[in-house]
């Protein structure tokens, strides 16, 4: 049965319109309070973070009082990136926790990340079991009146979070004489990014640090490279470091201003971690993984497995198959060692650390070499055309001629009304054919 509410990555959409506003958020919190407050007899607990944006003040009461109404009692943190609430979901033994975002989309959209006690995101049998209590009668969930869940406040999440990053790497180790330019997007982690790196003796040139409600992403972050690299060359910054609105996502710039996306850090991470005997079983990347990055690993000997997009799905096939590193080309990457979802200031931290002897970033990154990649969004009103027999016939036509001279992906977007179409070969005319073929059927 297809999921109503949730996509790849959790639920997504545009404010004030359909699923995402304060009706729907009370909705969603009485029905993961009443899902998830049976996990646990004794102590019903929620912890919810948000990123910035001007809409998490009108979603977040709807959402608290919704998990308040089952008798759940409830910690709002703040702004914190997505992998903060899930580390401290599982470190404050909660029952679920609860992240208000859109990630790299715009100010006008926002969302839900739901995570279970263990820190990981929820299954797709999990978030159907949900969704019917969604469309549930809501008297049917609520909690009598002396069991109403309460609701406080922390205000030292961010320092936890650094606090359990830390733990992560030697007591020794730090960044002095390293300067390092973050791009924080105006988002989740515009207090613990500089903070971080600070901390550890960094000299920090920042910028997306200044969120007024309306200007997370806007033309800076992991989806718009340029800043982060204008930001390393103006402060001749070591390395560069650019982050999503939820901060699990990372991109980075070497010393010499190269954009380096998730498909080359992870093949650095996999080349280094298997030479460190850290490395456990290969890597996961996904359908969008690039076609280079599957020749390097098979050079290398080293197991690669493609799941489909989203680090949900990400993770999953790590935990089937006993991988501890995947990721996403878009910089989403999960260090199975250290973390159950992506962080970007995690894998800043391993990136840095394999930095700490005096190895520039630039020297890290020289794995592989990409397959030329194309990637183009179509704006749709409805996904479901890419269902339709012209839409169809033009993709089987396409993949036919790109057969054995590249590959082909087109795909639903999980979190925009868009058509996603991917075209990898090494002749780029053929790319171009392929792409078009698409698009006019679907235009």
């Not at 729907?24 to 912890?47: D, E, H, P, R």
């Not at 943190?77 to 679920?96: D, F, Q």
């Not at 999980?414 to 698409?438: F, P």
Request: proline share 3%; aromatic share 8%.
């Amino acid at each position: 049965m297809r999921k109503k509410y949730f996509g790849t990555d959790g639920i997504r959409g545009r404010v004030n319109q359909d699923k995402i506003n304060g009706e729907m958020f009370f909705k969603f919190g009485l029905a993961a309070g009443t899902y998830f407050k049976n996990a646990k007899k004794n102590k019903q607990v929620a912890i919810i973070a948000k990123d910035t944006r001007l809409s998490g003040y009108t979603l977040e009461p709807a959402l608290v009082s919704g998990l308040a109404s089952t008798g759940m009692n409830v910690y709002t943190l703040g702004p914190l990136p997505t992998n903060g609430l899930a580390m401290l979901t599982k470190k404050m033994k909660a029952n679920m926790g609860i992240m208000i975002t859109a990630s790299h989309n715009p100010y006008f959209d926002n969302g839900l990340k739901l995570f279970g006690p263990d820190g990981l995101k929820l299954s797709d049998k999990i978030e159907k079991k949900i969704e019917k209590l969604i469309d549930s009668k809501i008297i049917n969930n609520l909690s009598q009146p002396k069991i109403l869940g309460r609701v406080k406040r922390l205000e030292d999440a961010n320092d936890k979070y650094i606090e359990i990053l830390k733990k992560n790497f030697p007591s020794s180790f730090n960044l002095k004489g390293l300067k390092i330019a973050i791009d924080c997007a105006n988002g989740a982690a515009h207090k613990s990014g500089p903070k971080l790196f600070k901390s550890l003796g960094a000299k920090v040139f920042e910028i997306g640090t200044l969120p007024n409600g309306l200007n997370i992403n806007d033309k800076c972050g992991s989806t718009f490279p340029n800043k982060i690299k204008f930001l390393t060359k103006k402060y001749k910054a070591d390395i560069g470091v650019s982050l999503d609105g939820d901060a699990d996502r990372i991109i980075v710039c070497d010393e010499k201003r190269n954009i380096i996306d998730g498909d080359k850090i992870i093949a650095m991470l996999a080349e280094r971690w298997k030479r460190k005997k850290i490395l456990k079983g290969g890597v996961i990347g996904t359908l969008m993984s690039n076609y280079g990055l599957e020749n390097y690993f098979r050079n290398k000997k080293i197991k690669f497995l493609r799941s489909n997009v989203g680090d949900r799905y990400v993770k999953e096939m790590m935990q089937k198959n006993k991988f501890n590193l995947g990721g996403e080309q878009s910089g989403h990457i999960i260090l199975g060692k250290f973390a159950t979802t992506g962080d970007g200031l995690l894998v800043a931290l391993e990136i840095l650390f394999s930095m700490r002897k005096g190895k520039k970033a630039s020297e890290l990154f020289t794995t592989f070499k990409p397959t030329p990649q194309f990637l183009e969004n179509i704006i749709v009103k409805d996904k479901s055309i890419i269902n339709s027999y012209k839409c169809k016939k033009a993709i089987m036509y396409a993949k036919k001629i790109i057969n054995g001279h590249g590959r082909m992906l087109v795909r639903k977007s999980g979190t925009e009304s868009a058509i996603r179409i991917m075209c990898e070969s090494e002749n780029k005319n053929l790319i171009i054919k392929c792409i078009n073929i698409v698009k006019r059927s679907i235009k």
